[in-house]
Antibody, heavy 122, light 106 residues
Framework: EVQLLESGGGLVQRGGSLRLSCAAS????????MSWVRQPPGKGLEWVSA????????YYADSVKGRFIISRDNSQNTLHLQVNSLRDEDTAVYYC???????????????WGQGTLVTVSS | DIQMTQSPSSLSASVGDRVTITCRAS??????LNWYQQKPGKAPNLLIY???TLESGVPSRFSGSGSGTDFTLTITSLQPEDFATYHC????????FGQGTKLEIK
């Protein structure tokens, strides 16, 4: 069974940083592109970033480019998102997700974590 | 960025009804369109990918169609567990989602 378990969310001041992590299990982690998708409270979904299976290629939404860094450790089956220079509009539940880039499932996301909440305070 | 527009934003229907949700892209995305169902407090769940391919385990009352810029998600014979929010997502370029359609019980 595919499992994705996020951690690292919390309350952070505007301009601060956090490192989100996602522990993956139940599949061959390095075979899949992985993504982060976020959802502000009461709002829709926004794709944030993706990384290829071997980690050689990374992709970012314009809204986070230059502030967020996605990475992965295939030896530990772990995905990370370093979030820096946080703004009020970054407040959201952040989901770790399998897929979201490339040809697998046509670029769809077939597995999601439970999400971790990042709250940016002023 | 490619903009995705869903309609309606919300709709009310009854158990047993047939409903259709539309998603329109701001430019052609060929068949790179995916649909998700999301229930309150839960992560989304993939229903359909590549516009019309049903994800494994998803009931056959869900179907998708379309290509280019116009797509539809159809649910035949609504069941109580189908009342949720539905999202479309394009995967032709950097992914973008529609704003969501909330399906409520009439």
């Amino acid at each position: 069974e595919v499992q994705l378990l996020e951690s690292g969310g919390g309350l952070v001041q505007r301009g601060g940083s956090l490192r989100l992590s996602c522990a993956a299990s139940g599949f061959t982690f390095s075979n899949y592109a992985m993504s982060w998708v976020r959802q502000p409270p009461g709002k829709g979904l926004e794709w944030v970033s993706a990384i290829s299976g071997i980690g050689s290629n990374t992709y970012y939404a314009d809204s986070v480019k230059g502030r967020f860094i996605i990475s992965r450790d295939n030896s530990q089956n772990t995905l990370h998102l370093q979030v820096n220079s946080l703004r009020d509009e970054d407040t959201a539940v952040y989901y770790c997700a399998r897929g979201g880039w490339g040809s697998y499932r046509g670029g769809g996301i077939d597995s999601w974590g439970q999400g971790t909440l990042v709250t940016v305070s002023s | 960025d490619i903009q995705m527009t869903q309609s309606p934003s919300s709709l009310s229907a009854s158990v047993g009804d047939r409903v259709t949700i539309t998603c329109r892209a701001s430019q052609s995305i060929r068949s790179y369109l995916n649909w998700y169902q999301q229930k309150p407090g839960k992560a989304p769940n993939l229903l359909i990918y590549s516009a019309s391919t049903l994800e494994s385990g998803v009931p056959s009352r869900f179907s998708g169609s379309g290509s280019g810029t116009d797509f539809t998600l159809t649910i035949t014979s609504l069941q109580p567990e189908d009342f949720a929010t539905y999202h479309c997502q394009q995967s032709y370029t950097s992914p973008t989602f529609g704003q969501g359609t909330k399906l409520e019980i009439k």
